[in-house]
Nanobody, 124 residues
Framework: QVQLVESGGGLVQAGGSLRLSCAAS????????MGWFRQAPGKEREFVAA????????NYADSVKGRFTISRDNAKNTVYLQMNSLKPEDTAVYYC?????????????????WGQGTQVTVSS
């Protein structure tokens, strides 16, 4: 059974940092792209960042470019999201997902597995 378990969320002041982790089990995803999405209350789930199978290629939403960094450790079957200079508008539930394709080009419809989400709250 495939499981994606996110951790690292929490409450942080504006300007602070958090590092999210997503550990996968039940299958190896070293050939899949992986990504992070987020969903704020009353809003649709939106793309945040993605990384290709090798970790070499990444893709970011404009709203987080220069502040967030996605990375992966295939030996640990884990993907990370380092979030710096956090803003109140980053407040959301963050979900990791596995892309059915190997690239960093990802959208909700191309994701075959999802985590349960972790809450990130940024206070002003």
């Amino acid at each position: 059974q495939v499981q994606l378990v996110e951790s690292g969320g929490g409450l942080v002041q504006a300007g602070g940092s958090l590092r999210l982790s997503c550990a996968a089990s039940g299958r190896t995803f070293s050939s899949n792209g992986m990504g992070w999405f987020r969903q704020a209350p009353g809003k649709e789930r939106e793309f945040v960042a993605a990384v290709g199978w090798s970790g070499r290629y990444t893709n970011y939403a404009d709203s987080v470019k220069g502040r967030f960094t996605i990375s992966r450790d295939n030996a640990k079957n884990t993907v990370y999201l380092q979030m710096n200079s956090l803003k109140p508008e980053d407040t959301a539930v963050y979900y990791c997902a596995v892309n059915k394709y190997s690239t960093s080009q990802i959208e909700t419809s191309s994701c075959e597995y999802w985590g349960q989400g972790t809450q990130v709250t940024v206070s002003s």
